[in-house]
């Protein structure tokens, strides 16, 4: 299995930045995927995840209403939408996969883990 994070760089307050995690290696329809993000000098924390079945949606109440999750099947390829990101978004972001058909926002749930891609929000 291989996650490959892209699309972050540096943005705006108030902006927006769709940063994408192409997946490959198995298929994924019964599983679910993550975005986690690190900033300096913090632990890594749950952002959202989204079912490929279905494409249920769960997020953390720090990006809620203001990042969107979705999936295209077609191209394997799970996209984490930030509008109007904040100073505080700054982090690494990360893409993960969990083996399962139910996740929730524990790192210990999900097996595989992509590159991160760094996002900078300037204020």
């Known amino acids: 299995v291989q996650l490959q994070a892209s699309g972050g760089g540096l943005v705006q307050a108030g902006g927006s930045l769709r940063l994408s995690c192409a997946a490959s290696g198995r298929t994924f329809s019964s599983y679910v995927m993550g975005w986690f993000r690190q900033a300096p000098g913090k632990e890594r924390e749950f952002v959202g995840s989204i079912k490929w079945s279905g494409g249920s949606t769960y997020y953390a109440e720090s990006v809620k209403g203001r990042f969107t999750i979705s999936r295209d099947n077609a191209k394997n390829t799970v996209y984490l939408q930030m509008n109007n990101p904040k100073p505080e978004d700054t982090a690494v972001y990360y893409c993960?996969?969990?083996?399962?058909?139910?996740?929730?926002?524990?790192?210990?749930?999900?097996?595989?883990w992509g590159r991160g891609t760094q996002v900078t929000v300037s204020s």
């Open positions: 993960a996969v969990a083996l399962r058909a139910i996740a929730g926002k524990s790192e210990s749930e999900y097996r595989y």
